[in-house]
Nanobody
Framework: QVQLVESGGGLVQAGGSLRLSCAASGSIFSRNAMAWYRQAPGKQREWVATITSESTTNYADSVKGRFTISRDNAKNTVYLQMNSLKPDDTAVYYC?????WGQGTQVTVSS
């Protein structure tokens, strides 16, 4: 069973940046795709970005051009660099690998 722990969330002004991290343990990190999801209050959890085992990336239209997903296999860590943040980006952000989820980290963007 893989364990995922997110960090790096916080409060930021609109237009600012944050970098989220997701540290994984319990399995071979590089064998699987990793993804970031987010859930805002009163809304469904939505997919944000994916990075494959070969480091191919894909993004939701809402974050394309602003967010970058990356991975460091030596550190068993996936990152989400978030730039040009908007109030609509406010949500709890979760990392995902297969059926495993982290506990989430809160991102709040003020106007």
């Amino acid at each position: 069973q893989v364990q995922l722990v997110e960090s790096g969330g916080g409060l930021v002004q609109a237009g600012g940046s944050l970098r989220l991290s997701c540290a994984a343990s319990g399995s071979i990190f590089s064998r699987n795709a990793m993804a970031w999801y987010r859930q805002a209050p009163g809304k469904q959890r939505e997919w944000v970005a994916t990075i494959t085992s070969e480091s191919t990336t894909n993004y939701a239209d809402s974050v394309k051009g602003r967010f970058t997903i990356s991975r460091d296999n030596a550190k068993n860590t996936v990152y989400l660099q978030m730039n040009s943040l908007k109030p609509d980006d406010t949500a709890v952000y979760y990392c995902n690998r297969g059926f495993s989820w982290g506990q989430g980290t809160q991102v709040t963007v003020s106007s």
